[in-house]
């Protein structure tokens, strides 16, 4: 099942063979600064990409409003600067493309696959599988969340560095929220349209993200979009074992050490040697030697931040 809109972009498939060869993307929540596991994913995207001769861009992903942290984008941007990590094109924001999204949830609810549903989180319980509750019970779409309805079918990619990984949709994920009560749109479906949008061919993201990557293809699928080739990367740890992230109070990057954080993350990313220089020779050089089969093929990086 799929369907169109004459008002977005066609696919970048045709006949069979991708127009552009690669296009990858940074995509930080400015939900807190930037830290050391966001400059390996960073640092991973732009190497993969330029070392494929494609291009790479930066989006910034806030459509969680309530929970961007003032000065946070500001500061992904200046890290930018910092690293001297230059997008193809222009840097877009979530919250400037939310018609565009709305937009997308309405050709959903015209096909009928989508349903208000009126649950709140006390209601649910600890059941991390939607029950379908409200699947039936045709509720008005105002204030409510909106579900994709998921059929029972499987959903399995080839991922670079984790392998095969399956998802049986009804039984693992159910139906899942494309837009919140609160009216705030959901990372699944504005991920989905902006990489659609963007022409993404590749991603490359941590592998925190590993379980979300079923969601996607299923709605890309249900959208006419093409298949992406995904990357899930290691997450840099800290010392009691925690993913490095903003509710983990991770540092933020101290810029004024660009040149010596870079070559800690490519040595994150067990990749060859760099020279201490400028970050603009560090990456030109890392691109020239980047390898994605000395990246560790786990989910977790062991000490490979101080």
Excluded at 15 to 39: D, I, M, Q, W
Excluded at 44 to 53: G, R, V
Excluded at 225 to 242: K, S, V
Excluded at 281 to 288: G, H, I, S
Aim: hydrophobic share 40%; with cysteine.
């Amino acid at each position: 099942m799929s369907l169109s809109n004459p008002s977005l972009p066609l696919p970048l498939i045709k006949g069979g063979k991708a127009e552009v060869n690669y296009v990858g993307r940074f995509a930080p929540s400015p939900t807190g600064p930037l830290h050391f596991g966001s400059l390996i994913t960073a640092v991973a995207s732009y190497c993969d990409a330029k070392a494929n001769h494609g291009k790479w861009l930066v989006r910034i992903e806030d459509t969680d409003i309530p929970r961007i942290y003032p000065g946070s984008e500001e500061h992904i941007l200046r890290a930018m600067d910092a690293f001297q990590l230059e997008p193809d094109g222009e840097i877009i924001f979530q919250k400037d493309r939310l018609d565009i999204y709305a937009d997308v949830i309405e050709q959903l609810r015209q096909q009928g696959l989508v349903y208000a549903c009126q649950c709140t989180r006390k209601m649910l319980g600890s059941n991390h599988i939607y029950q379908d509750t409200c699947r039936d019970l045709a509720l008005a779409f105002d204030n409510q969340a909106i579900r994709l309805k998921v059929e029972d079918i499987e959903i399995c990619f080839e991922d670079q560095l984790q392998g095969r990984h399956c998802s049986k949709l009804k039984k693992d994920l159910g139906d899942f929220v494309l837009k919140r009560r609160d009216g705030i749109i959901n990372y699944q479906l504005a991920v989905v349209v902006d990489d659609y949008l963007q022409g993404m061919t590749h991603v490359v993201r941590g592998a925190d993200l590993l379980d979300n990557t079923e969601r996607q293809i299923y709605l890309g699928q249900l959208l006419g979009y093409p298949r992406l080739n995904y990357m899930h990367l290691p997450l840099a740890m800290n010392d009691q074992g925690q993913k490095l992230s903003k509710q983990n109070l991770a540092q933020a990057l101290d810029l004024s050490q660009a040149p010596q954080l870079l070559k800690q993350a490519l040595n994150a990313l067990h990749q060859a040697e760099v020279d201490l220089d400028t970050p603009q020779r560090m990456l030109q050089q890392a691109v020239a030697q980047w390898n994605i089969e000395r990246i560790p093929h786990t989910t977790a990086l062991q000490g490979c931040y101080q």
